[in-house]
DNA sequence: AATGAATGAGTGTTCATTCAT
DNA sequence: TATGAATGAACACTCATTCAT
């Protein structure tokens, strides 16, 4: 059965991936000390003993979780968007349109953006510290749009990196509402973008 | 012993008070579940056993932090700054900077900020559904000042519901800064007016 | 695995029958408050955890077992000697031999025996209070044993409710003895009559 | 003041036998690990501080209520008894009701009743082996007047000692109702001399 | 001497993890 | 491979004992 091998890994991968996605919202929601593994297997739909199958514990399924959370594709959206020869509000209108849409329709976005900045926030011994690149290089490339914005005097001044940092706070926010809240009201794109663009 | 019965009722009250300050901030940073008896009262200074004289359980002491960070003072100070015969603009911008100097100078003061709207956030079981008055006060006061720009052209449009709900959302985001952050840049007031002033 | 099921439901029964089983002699010789979970668990030979899968909680268990000890089987026995058309003389015998035989067998008899007189005794909190109609039947039982034995003439006079109550306290009294003392002598059953029988 | 000191000394024996008193019914009533010092102390009325000024634990409390309760004066009736020159089935009767009358005046009777004999029954690490001198002693006294009365023919045959613990035992259990019970039928002189008497 | 608030060892209960099926 | 009952370390909570007043 060659089939048969190929098509066994297809399905752990499926089984691996499911668990994540369900568990990304699960400790988003609920927090490491708030998430308890039978809890969690029943939410997936599965028996609690099937998790440490995939994973060695509720730690590092954690970690594994903290890492897709940390790398995933609007990172490489965003490079492309920093060198697009286009005004920088025009880009920040660009990406805020995109990162609200996506927390509108995708829950697990919101839980991705939610559990990244906390761990940002926290940066204490549940997260591991080297993990953070990913975050680090969306405010680099943030803060590089709000440089330029500051140049074609579009962008309040200061610290870009501090305004970078208070842009996707506020984003983190409305992820918390989406997540936590049934009947939200999502920001509008020229809310968001208040944060740094001037009147 | 005629001192020493009302000195004894004070003394309790102090260690009562005592627990209730350090817990808030340690239930504010750690969470519910994240919060173990044991720590907390080492964190304290006290033994595991004197919390129990002073509350029923960790969830009735979570309650009456919940209580307490319900009821401060800042909502008087609120009603009175709507009361004033003065531009929304300057009422807004007297609002935040006195909460940005507080959330500076007090932790205590943010971490009841951070309870108060995860409380609100979360809206379940975990904490009583019926204390929110005071923060949808909160609420009301603002939107009320946020209407008064909107008549004056200070403001921008929309529901001043869900633009005092973006303000109050960006001081529980630099609550959140203030208490898990070592070395966080404060936000500045104007930052925070961006929220809802018009350019 | 269709077998599996059913069987795995059996296995769940026997274990819940076993806790039940030791922890009635448990009790019984113990008491509620003499009972810790670590020593009764390793009395049964399993996990502290165990017990807590299939009981709510310490004071569950010990409802349980009155229950079970509440609810035996010698009182269809009663009602069936007591209908017997023998002399009450001869039904006493028989009841004293079998209830005689099985303390000296049946250890597990003892302590229900055991539970259910301080259950009557202490009537208090502890003890759910409606759980005593067995009791209470097995001493009506006996009552009219002996109502129809002072017609006979061949029991004494007095309250056959009060000398039921004796001739079962007698019962738990050895019960005890059972429980407790290894080198016991248990009384005859001539010895037990007599509480009721004329010379 | 020489006064003073004797006075005092009065004071301290006062008080050190209100708590042996009290605690006496209250563990005769709840058992040794049901009684906490907190409850014990609040029935005698008395801080819970009090207690370790008289007694060094309540181990050590248990053990000097049990001596007492060892050492009362019934023995020496006894005694006195066993020696007057009477036929055995009057002196089991004057042993009865004396017993049987101060068993209805006095509770505390009742409560020493039932730990001597609980001590006697148990046998284990909480009661101190040795100090059961006073009850083997009361036994003995009691089948020397069981023996008599074989020889005259008024009692029943067997082991004389056998039979006084079945005597014993009943008052055991009447003493348990007169603790437990708040309207309880006492038993008898007759009904209890029954254990061992003749027809 | 008497108190009762404070303590921490000890007890009841939970939950991450294992393992027989 | 998937399960969920079993486990025991860890946590919430209690209570005998101490000690400042």
């Known amino acids: 059965m060659p089939k048969s091998k190929e098509r ?33 297997s029943k939410n997936i739909g599965i028996g609690q003993g099937t ?7 509720k730690e590092n399924l954690f970690q594994e979780i903290l890492k897709i959370a940390d790398s995933n594709e609007m990172l490489r ?3 492309l968007l920093v060198s697009m020869p286009i005004s920088a509000k025009k880009k920040l209108h660009m990406l805020s349109e995109t990162v609200l849409n996506r927390l509108e329709e995708d ?6 953006i939610a559990l990244n900045t906390q761990m940002l926030l926290e940066k204490n011994e549940a997260y591991s510290s080297e993990e953070t690149t990913y975050q680090t290089e969306l405010y680099n490339c943030t803060s590089q749009i ?9 962008m309040v001044g ?24 049934s009947e939200y009201e999502m920001i509008s794109a020229a809310d968001l973008e208040r944060t740094v663009l001037k009147g």
Do not use: P
């Open 146 to 154: 709000i440089e330029q914005g500051q140049k074609e005097k579009s």
């Open 8 to 40: 066994c890994q297809e399905i752990r991968e499926e089984m691996r991936n499911t668990i994540l996605q369900k568990s990304l919202l699960y400790f988003a929601r609920n927090g490491f000390a708030g998430t308890k593994i039978s809890d969690l």
């Open 51 to 57: 998790i440490y199958i995939y994973f060695e514990s």
């Open 107 to 112: 829950e697990t976005f919101a839980a991705m």
């Open 77 to 79: 959206e965003m490079k």
């Open 158 to 181: 200061g610290s870009s990196i501090k305004l970078a940092d208070y842009y996707w706070g506020v984003v983190y926010l409305y992820s918390l509402k989406r997540l936590f809240t």
